[in-house]
C-alpha cells in the first residue's frame, strides 16, 4: 500500500528562517502529491498540489517539487513567519482513489 | 469552494455515554466518507470509509462495534461513539471529495474528551 515518510519534528526556527521539510513517498501508479496544512484546533486544509512529474505546487509563499526519481516532494519556503506554525502532512493519492495515507505530519514551530 | 462541516467542534461527556458527531457536505452529494483519529503525536489514522446507503468499511484493528458509522444520505455522515472512556478522548476528522474525484476536503474536526 501506500505510504509517506515525513521528517521528523518538531521543527522550530526563527521567523525569516528558510524552512525545508522533507517528504518522500511509496505509492503504486503515479499518484498526486499534496501538502496539507493543520493549524491548531483545526482540519486540514490544502496547501499546495503537483499531478505530475517535475510539476512545481505553489501557495503562499511555499513551493514543492513533484521529483519522481527520487519518489520526493519537499516542502520549502524562503522566509517563513510566526503565522507558519502548524502541522503539515505530505499525503500521495491516486485518482480516484479518494483514500488518504498519512504519515506522523511534521510539527513547525516559529518563533519571533 | 467545496466545503466540509463537522460538529460538534469540540465535546466534553462522561465515561461510559455515548457522543455523536456530525460530517455534513455543504455543496456537494458525497458517497463517500472518511473519518480519521488524529493521536496526540499528530499522526492521522484513517478509521473507516463511510458509504452512502451500506454498511462502513472499517480499518483494521477498529471496533466496528465502538464506533458507529451511518451515512444515511448524500451530505451526511455521522460518527458515533458508543460507551466513550477516557482513552477514546482524541482529535476526530473527517474528508470528503467532490466528484470528480481528485481534492479532498476536510472538516475542522472535533475534540472529545471523555471525564
Known amino acids: 500500500g501506500d505510504s509517506v515518510t515525513q521528517m521528523e519534528g518538531p521543527v522550530t526556527l526563527s521567523e525569516e528562517a528558510f524552512l525545508t521539510i522533507n517528504c518522500t513517498y511509496t505509492?503504486?501508479?503515479?499518484?498526486?502529491l499534496f501538502w496539507y496544512v493543520q493549524y491548531p484546533g483545526e482540519g486540514l486544509q490544502l496547501l499546495l498540489k503537483?499531478?505530475?512529474?517535475?510539476d512545481k505546487g505553489s501557495n503562499k509563499g511555499f513551493e514543492a517539487t513533484y521529483r519522481k526519481e527520487t519518489t520526493s516532494f519537499h516542502l520549502e519556503k524562503g522566509s517563513v513567519q510566526v503565522s507558519d506554525s502548524a502541522v503539515y502532512f505530505c499525503?500521495?493519492?491516486?485518482?480516484?482513489?479518494?483514500?488518504?495515507?498519512f504519515g506522523t505530519g511534521t510539527r513547525l514551530t516559529i518563533i519571533p | 469552494g467545496a466545503v466540509v462541516s463537522q460538529h460538534p467542534s469540540w465535546v466534553i461527556c462522561k465515561s461510559g455515554t455515548s457522543v455523536k458527531i456530525e460530517c455534513r457536505s455543504l455543496?456537494?452529494?458525497?458517497?463517500?466518507m472518511f473519518w480519521y483519529r488524529q493521536f496526540p503525536k499528530q499522526s492521522l489514522m484513517l478509521m473507516a470509509t463511510?458509504?452512502?446507503?451500506?454498511?462502513?468499511?472499517?480499518e483494521q484493528g477498529v471496533e466496528k462495534d465502538k464506533f458507529l458509522i451511518n451515512h444515511a444520505s448524500l451530505t451526511l455522515s455521522t460518527l458515533t461513539v458508543t460507551s466513550a472512556h477516557p482513552e477514546d478522548s482524541s482529535f476526530y476528522i473527517c474528508?470528503?471529495?467532490?466528484?470528480?474525484?481528485?481534492?479532498?476536503?476536510f472538516g475542522q474536526g472535533t475534540r472529545l474528551t471523555v471525564v
Open positions: 474528508s470528503a471529495s467532490p466528484p470528480p474525484q481528485g481534492r479532498t476536503f
Open positions: 505509492a503504486t501508479g503515479y499518484p498526486s
Open positions: 503537483a499531478t505530475k512529474a517535475d
Open positions: 499525503p500521495p493519492q491516486n485518482f480516484g482513489n479518494e483514500k488518504l495515507t
Open positions: 455543496d456537494f452529494q458525497a458517497t463517500t
Open positions: 463511510s458509504n452512502e446507503g451500506s454498511k462502513a468499511t472499517y
